[in-house]
């Protein structure tokens, strides 16, 4: 609960004008509690700006502040490295991938929604009649209804699902299955390394990174392709053509070669 307020914002050597902001006064439940940032960077469709706001990008395109409609994600799940990551708004960094970008349309303006076709894990197929899916940067894991998850890790207690919190033990790693989500005709395929969390204090803990939630649309349940997908693909946002784009990411942020389209 709060209030809009307005105000200049800059990222980088971008300045947008009269942005609104909405200022918390009382935040209910554990999501800001233990948190490590201060807010939230609205980057979804309009639809889903509370009290009418105009989302910064959308600010930043209306103001012309950006070489193109179009923002891009590159995110490093090393624990350790000094870089989390890279925002790029106004384009797409070509050094950032290798091979070429497979686009896949919006299918519903609201989150980034797009359609799956299919997901295999293991001998399991779930969303085989093709479902869809919400790609965001803001969740942390791969999240899927619950149904399907119980269909996936039919051996594991339904607390563990219900928690959303998957064990696995660490020694499993090297024979866990793929986990291959197929868009647009393309197969994106994540190896345990990919969608395994591992933990270490005093003994090694390893978890799923995928996680039970039941999140509704008009065209029914969705699945949330969070970051522990978005890891391992580049990902580029385009508001102009209303269509989302995937590639291999190139990890080494110190990498500058170019590649081609």
Not at 7 to 17: A, E, L, P, R, S
Request: glycine fraction near 12%.
């Amino acid at each position: 609960m709060g209030v809009l307020g307005k105000d200049k914002v800059t990222i980088g050597n971008i300045t947008v004008n009269g942005q609104e902001f909405g200022e918390s006064v009382y935040e209910p439940g554990s999501t800001f509690t233990l948190a490590h940032f201060e807010g939230i960077l609205g980057l979804g469709y309009p639809s889903l700006a509370e009290g009418g706001a105009i989302p910064v990008f959308d600010r930043m395109m209306y103001q012309n502040l950006l070489e193109e409609p179009i923002f891009s994600v590159l995110i490093n799940r090393e624990a350790d490295s000094e870089n989390g990551g890279e925002l790029f708004l106004g384009g797409i960094d070509h050094s950032r991938y290798t091979g070429s970008i497979n686009w896949v349309s919006v299918s519903q303006k609201g989150y980034w929604q797009i359609e799956v076709q299919n997901i295999t894990f293991r001998d399991t197929v779930v969303c085989r009649n093709g479902c869809s899916a919400i790609v965001d940067t803001g969740t942390s894991l791969i999240a899927g209804p619950y149904t399907s998850l119980r269909t996936m890790f039919p051996d594991h207690p339904e607390m563990e699902l219900g928690m959303g919190e998957i064990i696995v033990d660490c020694k499993k790693l090297p024979v866990l299955p793929d986990l291959t989500f197929t868009i647009g005709g393309v197969e994106y395929t994540l190896e345990a390394e990919d969608y395994i969390k591992k933990f270490q204090e005093e003994k090694a803990v390893c978890l799923y990174g995928i996680q039970a939630i039941n999140v509704y649309s008009s065209k029914g349940p969705l699945w949330i392709l969070g970051d522990v997908f978005l890891a391992k693909f580049y990902t580029i946002f385009d508001r102009g053509n209303d269509r989302v784009g995937f590639a291999k990411s190139r990890h080494s942020l110190d990498s500058r070669e170019s590649t081609e389209d």
